[in-house]
């Protein structure tokens, strides 16, 4: 049976992401490339998808009862048929913990295609994980622009292949800092892979010239650790075929708005946060109206700008990237 190549594991040693699922199986080969053996504690809400216990996928703690992961990960996957597991670096062992999963959210513009983006779901678990566990932050777009510009190191882990030939994944959970770069960049190094040339403009990229993401690793997080918070800036979706360029990851901080509808989990700004008196005085986006570039208007709770001249393009259906989100409104 073919299957679409889609699933990244974490390359860290050889500076190659890549986008797929192996052809005969449906689950991911889990491994890490050239990256180095971390402890929990570095990494408090780094969770695995399992199905049957094996261990198929990454994902972010971002509640005691909440995961954040990639869409693609969840294809052909009930909330019956997974668990997460928190707590374990050696999946040999008998570390960390299972929760069982009661509710999947997947995006409601997942197209199956992760070079069309919306790649992005949760997981609702049936009981809260333990207190040792640190969920990471949602971040708003100054804290974005804070600490995930182009040029700042992000962390990204799993258990991905730690060698492009090798099919198998690493047993033991290793982590490496990928430099962010701009979309620009990043559609230079793997936009040919994609339908327009460009890659989505819901992805966050990181590439480096010694290590990357690929096949074992899709979903898991790509957090920057600030003070004694940790911030998911994004989850790990695609990158080339030959795990050899840039690596894709949906843009956690795009995509607040639907987080919190789905789980009532608001962002975390800090000192940053936009003044709430932003959203003061704005009207709420209609449907029948032109916008200009710079227009802002609040849908759902939030604030967007229009970054070109449009007519009426829905925030929360906005296929083409014309709206960009400013903050959630209080």
């Not at 668990?83 to 062992?93: E, F, K, S």
């Not at 894709?248 to 795009?254: I, K």
């Amino acid at each position: 049976m073919k299957v679409q190549v889609k699933l990244l594991s974490v390359l860290i040693a050889g500076a190659f992401s890549s986008a797929f699922v192996q052809a005969d199986d449906n689950s991911v080969s889990p491994r890490i490339i050239g990256g180095s053996e971390v402890s929990h504690s570095t990494v408090p809400y780094q969770v695995a998808l399992t199905r049957n216990r094996n261990q198929f996928c990454g994902g972010t703690l971002i509640a005691p009862n909440w995961v954040l992961t990639a869409a693609h990960c969840l294809d052909g996957v009930s909330a019956s048929q997974m668990q997460i597991r928190i707590g374990a670096t050696d999946l040999r062992t008998n570390q960390g913990e299972y929760h069982n999963v009661s509710r999947i959210h997947v995006h409601e513009q997942w197209s199956g295609n992760v070079t069309r983006g919306r790649d992005i779901a949760l997981l609702r678990l049936s009981s809260s994980v333990s207190s040792q566990y640190k969920p990471a932050k949602l971040p708003t777009p100054a804290l974005k622009a804070q600490l995930a510009s182009p040029g700042s190191d992000v962390k990204v882990s799993g258990w991905g292949r730690y060698t492009r030939s090798s099919r198998a994944g690493s047993p033991v959970l290793k982590a490496t800092n990928l430099p962010v770069i701009s979309n620009a960049q990043c559609s230079n190094f793997i936009g040919h892979n994609t339908a327009t040339g460009q890659v989505p403009s819901d992805n966050i990229c990181g590439y480096d010239t010694r290590s990357t993401a690929c096949h074992g690793d899709s979903g898991g997080p790509f957090v920057k650790q600030s003070g004694n918070d940790f911030y998911v800036f994004g989850a790990v979706s695609w990158g080339s075929p030959q795990c050899d360029s840039a690596t894709a990851f949906a843009d956690v901080t795009q995509f607040v708005p639907w987080i919190t509808r789905k789980s009532g989990i608001s962002p975390d700004g800090g000192t940053t946060t936009p003044p709430a008196d932003a959203c003061s005085g704005v009207a709420s986006w209609e449907l029948y109206k032109q916008y200009n570039q710079g227009d802002r208007v609040i849908a759902n709770g939030s604030l967007f700008e229009s970054n070109v001249s449009q007519w009426g393009v829905n925030p929360f259906s906005d296929y083409w990237g014309y709206w960009n989100l400013v903050q959630t409104c209080n």
